[in-house]
């Protein structure tokens, strides 16, 4: 079985929530990617994940497109961070997704890729930028290694798309719960939570709930609809200014035992 499907339930079987921080590989410089993996491991994250800097990052916010300049400014690339998860693989235990555009993936090969990210344990990919439609191309090349090919599903999308992308999603699959880019934001939006039920009953994988997740209330309020959260803007905040601290709170709400409903 998929190590993210597992990581995921064993925590909604403990009655909590799982909970997935997004980081930018190589926001203050690769050598800082050690000591993030770290303190998010030890803080209860149940995966993590990395982001791969790109010029063109058409769905992030201001927060991570920041964070993007910064680290391609540092010069990372998507073979550096790779070859560098797979480094850490003694020290960190927690599954590592890989978040990267389409584009990088292409001028490193698919072939490589996937042979590179196999070495570093990678164990799923999430490439926002590629539609169901031609998930076909990666999936070849990442199924033969186990790597999961995780779809993203706008809340928005009728009925049967949400079904269809839930179906051919692994590992887990992410809910985007906002329309729009990433980002912090004050309140979820109500209709939010009827379409996230709807998509709980109907996928085969669990749900991971992102976009705008920024406060401990909200982990708890989706984690009574859905298996999990993911949270970027904000994680990428605390560390670029030194507040990691400030992620703990987002953690122990994710900890804390709910009933879903
Ligand atoms: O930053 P937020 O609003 O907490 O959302 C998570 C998000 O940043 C992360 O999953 C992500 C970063 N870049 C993306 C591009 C598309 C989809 C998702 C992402």
Redesign the pocket.
């Known amino acids: 079985m998929s190590r993210l499907t597992t990581a995921i339930t064993s925590r909604v079987e403990n009655g909590e929530t799982a909970f997935i921080p997004?980081i930018m590989a190589g926001d203050g410089g690769l050598s800082a990617l050690k000591q993030q993996l770290l303190f998010l491991q030890n803080a209860g994250a149940t995966a993590v994940?990395l982001?791969i800097p790109f010029s063109d990052?058409v769905?992030?916010?201001p927060?991570?497109q920041q964070a993007g300049l910064r680290s391609l400014s540092h010069g990372t690339t998507l073979r550096e961070v790779l070859e560098e998860v797979e480094q850490l693989q003694q020290d960190v235990t927690i599954p590592i997704v890989i978040?990267t555009y389409l584009n990088p993936v292409l001028q490193l090969g698919l072939d490589e890729f996937a042979k590179l990210a196999s070495k570093a344990q990678v164990a799923g990919v999430?490439i926002?930028d590629m539609p169901l439609e031609e998930s076909d191309l990666l999936r070849d090349v990442l199924q033969p290694v186990s790597i999961d090919l995780i779809q993203?599903v706008s809340l928005t999308s009728p009925a049967e798309r949400v079904r269809r992308i839930a179906e051919a999603s692994e590992g887990f699959v992410?809910a985007?719960t906002v329309n729009g880019i990433?980002?912090?934001?004050q309140s979820l939006p109500e209709v939010t939570f009827d379409h996230l039920k709807e998509l709980k009953q109907v996928s085969p994988v669990p749900v991971m709930a992102?976009?705008?997740?920024?406060t401990p209330e909200h982990v708890t309020q989706l984690g009574e609809v859905v298996d999990g959260v993911?949270?970027?803007?904000?994680?990428?905040d605390a560390f670029a200014n030194g507040h990691e601290e400030t992620i703990l709170p987002l953690l122990d709400a994710a900890k804390a035992v709910t009933t879903r409903v």
């Open positions: 997004y994940e982001g990052p769905a992030d916010g927060v991570i978040m999430i926002p993203l992410y985007v990433t980002g912090t934001r992102g976009f705008g997740v920024s993911i949270v970027g803007s904000f994680v990428v």
